[in-house]
């Protein structure tokens, strides 16, 4: 069936497989890729945009790596390449999930978290809405399409079509990257948490000196006042400081966090 096509589209066998490889590995990444992967985007342009993200990598490949010669099935190749192509979008998609831990981190803090609603599919509170939606626009606007495909392409000196994976490195990989994605969330959420902070010990300092005063009546507008403030006056630098963390996934997201 192979030889048949490649005769038709006047390219190797190897060249045929090789693309297909290429396809299983762009695919996987472009599932969990933030603005191209979102569940709201209908499969049928999802898989167009997959192809056409193969068509460019593919030439950008030098040597073999886009023209395998290896002796190992053909199944246990592609299954090998959608696992890589899952590592590089989990690794991109994980920066995202910061977000939305920063903002469900933000909204429990200050008790936001239930006061407005979400129309996404996740249910998460409003400041991980904006938060998120904010960052994969930032992150589109800058060329994601391009960086991805250069990560995609740079990916193949790492992981070479045909290589196998070490279980060992990718579980302490994996480790890794959710670490960091953890600790980045709540560095993120920093200053509301610490808002929070200050606002219940002074919340327990008044209840304590005035027993007799509805603290909670107060207290309650000026929480959501201050997180509003506070969200409005460091939404940019979080939003820029991500946007950093970002490009430096991009560049290497098959990385080892430290």
């Not at 490949?61 to 010669?69: I, K, N, R, T």
């Not at 709540?186 to 200050?198: E, T």
């Not at 959501?224 to 490009?247: C, E, H, Q, R």
């Amino acid at each position: 069936m192979y030889q048949g096509l490649a005769e038709i589209l006047d390219m190797t066998e190897a060249g045929i497989v090789g693309f297909m490889l290429v396809f299983c590995r762009v695919g996987g990444v472009m599932f969990l890729l933030p603005g191209f992967g979102e569940q709201s985007i209908p499969m049928r342009v999802r898989l167009a945009v997959t192809f056409a993200f193969a068509l460019v990598i593919w030439p950008m490949l030098v040597g073999g790596l886009a023209d395998p010669q290896v002796d190992n099935p053909l199944y246990l190749m592609i299954a090998t390449e959608a696992i890589i192509g899952l590592m590089l979008g989990i690794s991109i998609r994980f920066m995202v999930w910061a977000l939305q831990y920063a903002g469900s981190v933000a909204g429990q803090a200050t008790s936001l978290a239930q006061i407005f609603g979400s129309n996404n599919m996740d249910p998460m509170p409003v400041i991980g809405n904006i938060l998120m939606l904010g960052g994969i626009t930032l992150a589109v606007v800058g060329g994601l399409h391009v960086k991805a495909a250069m990560a995609m392409a740079q990916s193949y000196e790492i992981l070479p079509i045909g290589q196998g994976l070490p279980a060992e490195d990718v579980v302490t990989w994996g480790t890794a990257k959710f670490a960091d994605a953890f600790a980045l969330g709540f560095s993120l959420a920093a200053p509301f948490v610490l808002a929070a902070f200050a606002y219940n010990i002074s919340l327990g300092a008044i209840s304590r000196a005035m027993p007799q005063l509805m603290v909670a009546l107060i207290g309650a507008p000026a929480i959501i006042g201050a997180t509003v403030l506070i969200f409005f006056l460091s939404a940019p630098v979080i939003l820029t400081y991500w946007n950093g963390k970002m490009d430096l996934v991009l560049s290497s997201p098959l990385a080892t966090p430290r």
